[in-house]
């Protein structure tokens, strides 16, 4: 399958301390993808720098065709506000901004209507099962319901590749598979590919397959007989 | 646990005798069910049967305590597959995956291969558990998280060895 994003030899070093040594993976169109790893092990960058977040200081990342280097910085803005969605342990809802404002924001800095971005975020937060907390802001909602919250914002732009970094890293086991659940189904429903980083297995068990980082490395089990 | 695959990695190092051998393997794996002098001469004998070991001396006073055993070429090969065939990802893994990493480094074969493929091993069926999950009723997801679990706890043991390799390679040295 060809892939919709790949990473080839990435290295990159944050002070003294390198983080990526030659790591590389590529991701095809919906598939789901789980990056495993001990704390500490790179797996962070990886995504970071699949997402565009972050510059290898070597190492090519390319989406659709494109090197994300050789695009500006509005480009790859646009690139991680329309075509990738992100969801990260906690601390991405805006506090100020009611929980479906915040599923609505993407769409609102696309330049959406107001109307037309909260008619459809309150679909995607029916969607997470969390319709009755719209007009609640991040603060009064359970860590499970913030997170579900938290993958409508990402899924709402229809986005080829979602970025999950731990997305249940901080909830307890009936809520952390709630929202594994919610993430792979919608993400399969819209087609989406998932790069899922987790140190968990029961997390991993809900990939198509795993790339495994250690000191900076990746390897995949499918090169293993 | 294969014994027979066991006595072929300690043999690997070198000839032994048949009680060198229990030994050595009780002092490795052995801390729970030490191995019995007769397990240890009916396996030498079907490994031998096999081609697996072949008989490397006879000192004088005969009989098979007198014997050494030194692993053949085709013995080398099977153990080899041996490690790096995963094992059934089953509720309790037991001592097996422990062996195979120490056998592994003993021979100076690589440790963390044996922890890949079981890992994948692994991997594919908590995918297989989580999928039928999804698909089930309230008693299937529960029964496949009790399943996944285990299979979680069996994973966090070998991310935990595969962190402490250098530290377990010295260990076997010594």
Redesign the interface.
């Known amino acids: 399958m060809t892939p919709i994003l790949s990473a080839t030899d990435l290295r990159k070093t944050f002070g003294s301390t390198p983080a990526l040594d030659g790591a590389g993976m590529s991701v095809a169109a919906g598939e789901v993808v789980a990056v495993m790893g001990?704390s500490g092990s790179g797996k962070s960058t990886l995504l970071h720098c699949l997402a565009g977040i972050v510059a290898p200081d070597s190492g090519s990342v390319v989406y659709a065709g494109r090197e994300l280097s050789a695009m500006t910085d509005k480009e790859r803005s646009a690139l991680r506000r329309g075509a990738f969605g992100f969801v990260f342990q906690f601390g991405q809802l805006v506090p100020e901004l009611s929980c479906l404002e915040n599923v609505a924001l993407p769409m609102r800095l696309g330049g959406t209507k107001r109307r037309v971005a909260e008619a459809r975020a309150r679909e995607w937060l029916d969607r997470l099962e969390v319709g009755e907390v719209g007009a609640k802001r991040p603060g009064e909602v359970s860590g499970g319901q913030g997170q579900r919250v938290a993958v409508a914002r990402a899924l709402v732009t229809a986005p080829k590749v979602v970025f999950a970094d731990e997305p249940t890293g901080a909830l307890d086991s009936l809520n952390g598979e709630q929202v594994m659940?919610l993430l792979v189904?919608t993400a399969r429903e819209t087609g989406a590919a998932i790069v899922l980083v987790t140190?968990?297995?029961?997390v991993?068990?809900?990939?198509?397959r795993?790339v495994?980082v250690?000191d900076g490395r990746t390897?995949s089990?499918e090169l293993?007989? | 646990m294969s014994i027979g695959h066991a006595l072929l990695g300690l043999l690997e190092t070198g000839p032994r005798h048949g009680y060198d051998l229990k030994r050595v393997y009780d002092e490795h794996f052995g801390q729970d069910r030490p191995l019995a002098y007769g397990q240890v001469y009916a396996t030498l004998s079907r490994l031998l049967k096999n081609g697996l070991v072949e008989e490397r001396g006879v000192e004088a006073g005969g009989g098979p305590e007198r014997k050494r055993y030194a692993i053949t070429d085709a013995g080398v090969t099977d153990l080899g597959a041996w490690l790096v065939t995963p094992e059934n990802p089953q509720v309790y893994l037991q001592s097996a995956l422990y062996t195979k990493v120490v056998l592994a480094l003993m021979s100076g074969r690589s440790a963390e291969e044996v922890l890949d493929v079981q890992r994948a091993a692994h991997l594919r069926t908590m995918r297989e558990l989580t999928r039928r999950k999804q698909g089930g009723d309230l008693a299937d997801q529960l029964i496949c998280d009790h399943a996944l679990f285990h299979l979680e706890a069996d994973l966090r043991w070998l991310e935990l060895t595969a962190a402490r390799l250098t530290e377990l390679a010295k260990a076997v040295a010594e």
Request: net charge neutral; proline share 16%.
């Open positions: 001990p659940r189904e140190h968990e297995a029961r991993a068990a809900y990939s198509d795993e495994i250690r390897r089990p293993v007989p």
